[in-house]
Structures are given as structure tokens and as C-alpha cells.
């Protein structure tokens, strides 16, 4: 299996790269609605975006149409590199045995810590690319602008914007809330879905190996991505996007755990939940795409573990 360790890193990003393109409308619906109404009590605030659709329908017409995509090009390539990484740190763990127990079976808690570790990794060589893309996704016209509005143009023009005023380091700013952001999510990912597909086919209610397995599987990774990961998805949103003075620190918050406060404090528990509807059908379809297509894939180049 040591052989084929890069093709497990491009398996992985060509799966997430293709689900994202599809997805990513929510989570330019997502972004705005996580930011509107930021560190403000519930009726303080112009709500522009209601729900998922409204959203949708408000950034078609106000923006335009094409506007559902924007950040689309940082988004990929995000995907790509990030998830490329994640999911290859995941299945290279898997076939060195680390996710199972003495006795040969799968250990959930060796699951949930494979996928936290490759969550992490994959969120530290993604997160430039996911601070453009939140920045290009929160940019709209003024009737319906939530969040500080950066002036970027296109993913170069940001990230050489970023570079020239806060230096390589400015392009990791909001680095700690993507690991818990990404840590989390994967490691409920990731384990929900190994597990599930391990029930499943015990089960022998669908064909070991086959497509509906991994669908049933991925539909209930989506599930516990997005109750456990949305606070987490808010607060790197929040942080992302912030203002930065001239020496890079935020305006709005000075790290993971001051943003954690203030939005409870202004914003109770239901701020760590904005954006919940466009989350939940983002990383569903997402979810069960990316995991479909990464296990397809996987079986096509037959990178798939033999039984013994």
C-alpha cells in the first residue's frame, strides 16, 4: 500500500474539488448569513438573508448571478490542497493499521483520532486559501454588505494584498479557529462515516462495498459534521474576516477563544448557529459527493484494503 501514498493525497483532493464546485452557492449563503448581524442581540440588526433560499435569491438579485459563485476559484483550490491532504493523512493511517484495535477491528476512538489529526494537518496547509475565499464570499453590494468588506479582486489580487501589507505570516491569520474548525468536523467526518460504513455492511443490508453503503454512510458523517462543526464554522468565519490593524491583530477579536465569548455574549447561543440551514445543505450534498466520489475513486485506481 506504501506505493500508492500520493495517489491517496490526489484521490482525496480530485473528490472534494469536484463536490465543491457544486456546493458552492451554500456556502457563499453560508458565509453571509454567519456574518450578518455580528456581535449585535437579535433585533439590532437589518436581516438581508432569512434563511438558506432567501439567501440564495437575495445574493442573485442584488449581486447578480454569478455572485453565487464567488470565491469560487480559492474554494477549489482549497479543497483541493486541504482535503487532498486531510483525506490522504486519513487513509495513509488507515492502511498502516493505526485505526484499529489489537484485535483487528475498527476503534472509534482510534477513528475520531486519525480524522482530528488529519483535519489538522489539512487545515494548516488550506487556511490562505480559505481566508481569500471567506474574504471574496462576504464582499456584496452595499444593500445587503454583512461583515467588514475586504477590497479583493480575485484569489492573486488577496493574497498578494495580504502579503504586501502583513507579510507571509498575514495569510495564516485566523489559523486556530480552522483547526478547530477543520479538527472537529474531520474528526466527526471521518469517524461517523468509517464506522457507519462498517454497521452498514455487517448488516448486509446493502452489497459490501457497494455505492449505497457509502452513500447511507457519508448521509450520517453529514449529520454529525454539522451539529458538532457550525460554533466552530461560525468563529473561523468571524475570525477570517475580521479588520486587522497595521500590525495584523484583529479589530473585532484578539484570538479562537475571545471570539468564543463575545458572540455568546452578544449574541447567545443561537449566534453559534448562524448560518445552520445553508451548513447543514452545504456539507450534506457535499459530504455524501466528497465521500462518494473519493471512495469511487479509490476503488477504480484499486487503492481499496484487501481483505486478508
Not at 491517496?8 to 452557492?25: D, K, R, V
Not at 459563485?69 to 491532504?85: C, D, E, K, R, T
Not at 458538532?228 to 475580521?242: A, E, G, I
Request: aromatic share 10%; hydrophobic share 40%.
Amino acid at each position: 500500500m506504501g506505493s500508492h501514498g500520493g495517489a491517496e493525497f490526489l484521490l482525496g483532493g480530485m473528490a472534494t474539488s469536484l463536490a465543491g464546485f457544486f456546493t458552492n452557492p451554500l456556502e457563499v449563503a453560508k458565509t453571509r448569513m454567519q456574518l450578518q448581524g455580528e456581535l449585535k442581540a437579535h433585533g439590532q440588526y437589518s436581516v438581508h438573508y432569512r434563511n438558506a433560499f432567501h439567501a440564495l435569491l437575495t445574493i442573485a438579485r442584488t449581486d447578480g448571478i454569478l455572485a453565487l459563485q464567488s470565491g469560487l476559484v480559492p474554494a477549489l483550490w482549497y479543497q483541493f490542497f486541504m482535503n487532498g491532504v486531510r483525506l490522504g493523512t486519513y487513509q495513509v493511517q488507515i492502511n498502516l493499521g493505526l485505526t484499529k484495535d489489537k484485535n483487528g477491528r475498527n476503534s472509534f476512538p482510534r477513528t475520531v483520532a486519525a480524522g482530528a489529526f488529519a483535519g489538522c494537518v489539512g487545515s494548516v496547509v488550506g487556511s490562505p486559501l480559505y481566508l481569500v475565499k471567506t474574504h471574496l464570499q462576504a464582499r456584496a453590494n452595499e444593500a445587503i454588505a454583512v461583515g467588514h468588506q475586504h477590497p479583493h479582486e480575485s484569489m492573486s489580487h488577496g493574497l498578494k494584498t495580504i502579503c504586501q501589507e502583513h507579510g507571509p505570516l498575514g495569510l495564516w491569520r485566523g489559523l486556530n479557529g480552522a483547526i478547530a474548525r477543520v479538527t472537529v468536523g474531520s474528526a466527526a467526518q471521518l469517524s461517523t462515516f468509517s464506522t457507519a460504513k462498517n454497521l452498514i455492511e455487517d448488516s448486509k443490508v446493502f452489497q459490501p462495498d457497494s455505492v449505497m453503503a457509502t452513500l447511507g454512510a457519508s448521509m450520517v458523517g453529514g449529520v454529525a459534521v454539522t451539529l458538532f462543526m457550525t460554533p466552530f464554522d461560525v468563529v473561523s468565519t468571524r475570525l477570517y474576516n475580521q479588520p486587522v490593524s497595521k500590525v495584523g491583530q484583529g479589530k473585532h477579536y484578539s484570538g479562537l477563544v475571545d471570539c468564543f465569548w463575545k458572540i455568546f455574549r452578544s449574541e447567545g447561543v443561537w449566534g453559534f448557529y448562524k448560518g445552520w440551514g445553508p451548513m447543514y445543505l452545504r456539507i450534506g450534498p457535499h459530504t455524501t459527493l466528497c465521500l462518494v466520489i473519493w471512495d469511487q475513486l479509490r476503488k477504480f485506481y484499486d487503492l481499496t484494503e484487501k481483505p486478508s
